[in-house]
T-cell receptor, first 115, second 111 residues
Framework: NAGVTQTPKFQVLKTGQSMTLQCAQD?????MYWYRQDPGMGLRLIYY???????DKGEVPNGYNVSRLNKREFSLRLESAAPSQTSVYFC??????????????FGEGSRLTVL | DQQVKQNSPSLSVQEGRISILNCDYT??????FLWYKKYPAEGPTFLIS?????DKNEDGRFTVFLNKSAKHLSLHIVPSQPGDSAVYFC??????????FGKGITLSVRP
């Protein structure tokens, strides 16, 4: 089972460039999330999608956009990358929005460096 | 404002001894608490959880204790093994079902 798959795993961008991080899950989960992890900051929620067709802001949404393309896929876009967006990005999914009581499945992460 | 706090950035213990990882929270609306484990270059994985209606939950070598009056929870690992060396994140959720994570603590278990 692939679980949650993120691409790319590594990316280097120049300031001002744009890119999209892709995420796909094969567990038929309804809810999907994007987190970023920075040293000494833990995991912070960027955006989430409680169900197909819905998206909402998390704790640190500025500079990002998301698209819930279908039930499987949830992408994160950086329109104009900034050095402050250098981070490790994690996509996660869970069965349903109202049932976040444990099993939040994470991808392996995408390491982004903005020069 | 950090709603979930893991004040110690690291912990080192001897193999076979107990590891105690602490977590404090400030939001009284949190009613479900979780611990996640993360190895380098991997995503976090769920370890154990506890509901606010309980004060203890056990799963093999892992036990989580919750003290609601103190807004404090702890993860006990007994006995600790070298494979337990990882970053451990405490997380909490409430009615809005969004998980709020602490900063994490790096556990090193010495052989």
């Amino acid at each position: 089972n692939a679980g949650v798959t993120q691409t790319p795993k590594f990316q280097v961008l120049k300031t001002g460039q744009s890119m999209t991080l892709q995420c796909a899950q094969d567990m038929n989960h309804n809810s999907m999330y994007w987190y970023r992890q920075d040293p000494g900051m833990g995991l912070r929620l960027i955006y989430y999608s409680a169900s197909e067709g819905t998206t909402d802001k998390g704790e640190v949404p500025n500079g990002y956009n998301v698209s819930r393309l279908n039930k499987r896929e949830f992408s994160l876009r950086l329109e104009s990358a900034a050095p402050s967006q250098t981070s490790v990005y994690f996509c996660a999914s869970t069965q349903s929005w109202g049932a976040v009581t444990g099993e939040l499945f994470f991808g392996e992460g995408s390491r982004l460096t903005v020069l | 404002d950090q709603q979930v706090k893991q004040n110690s950035p690291s912990l080192s213990v001897q193999e076979g001894r107990i590891s105690i990882l602490n977590c404090d929270y400030t939001n009284s609306m949190f009613d479900y608490f979780l611990w996640y484990k993360k190895y380098p270059a991997e995503g976090p994985t769920f370890l154990i959880s506890i509901s606010s209606i309980k004060d203890k939950n056990e799963d093999g070598r892992f036990t989580v204790f919750l003290n609601k009056s103190a807004k404090h929870l702890s993860l006990h690992i007994v006995p600790s093994q070298p494979g337990d060396s990882a970053v451990y994140f405490c997380a909490a959720t409430g009615a809005n079902s969004k998980l709020t994570f602490g900063k994490g603590i790096t556990l090193s278990v010495r052989p």
